[in-house]
């Protein structure tokens, strides 16, 4: 018996302290998503990419604002919002203990403000799109010039930019394009 006992005791622990001590997880494990907000330019392409629609996004024209939504409930750590996103605001951690008291607390919000029209002041798109494809515009070796009228490109709402497309048709063509669209 106390041969046994020797044995074991050189043998050391076959399993793992796991509730009192954290859980050693392998490298690249998929575990709960997470958001840098200040990294994010909610472009949606998150909320596009995710087969469980656990992502979703909502436009508030009147607040002038977009909310970025996360149910942890439906998430299946798949990882293609982490492949998707332009900027890698959102990457899955190694953090998998996910209980909670109440469904609500499985949801994570942030929101973003949106830019208004330099025409007709309407909310359309988040700012920090607009200010990242100006980036993108810039160190892709665009003039300053050019980026000036970029910006005003950029800043100007997509009915407003459709009024403008229309105004520079000539009158003829201008028929012709409402014609067309009507048979």
Not at 136 to 155: M, T, V
Request: charged content about 20%.
């Amino acid at each position: 018996m106390f041969k046994l006992l020797k044995i074991i005791s050189k043998a050391g622990e076959a399993t793992e302290k796991y509730p009192f001590a954290p859980y050693p997880v392998s490298p690249g494990f998929r575990g709960k998503p997470e958001l840098i907000a200040e990294q994010c330019i909610a472009c949606a392409a998150c909320v596009v990419a995710c087969p469980p629609n656990a992502l979703s996004m909502h436009t508030d024209t009147a607040a002038g604002t977009r909310t970025w939504a996360l149910n942890l409930g439906r998430c299946i750590f798949c990882a293609r919002c982490e492949e998707v996103c332009p900027t890698q605001a959102i990457s899955l951690s190694p953090d998998f203990e996910l209980a909670v008291g109440s469904k609500a607390d499985l949801l994570q919000q942030a929101s973003f403000s949106l830019s208004h029209c330099v025409r007709c002041d309407t909310a359309f798109a988040p700012s920090k799109e607009i200010d990242y494809a100006l980036a993108l515009l810039q160190q892709g070796g665009l003039p300053e010039s050019q980026l000036a009228a970029a910006r005003a490109e950029l800043s100007t709402c997509p009915e407003c930019k459709r009024k403008l497309a229309l105004a520079a048709l000539e009158p003829a063509q201008h028929l012709r394009a409402q014609t067309g669209a009507r048979a």
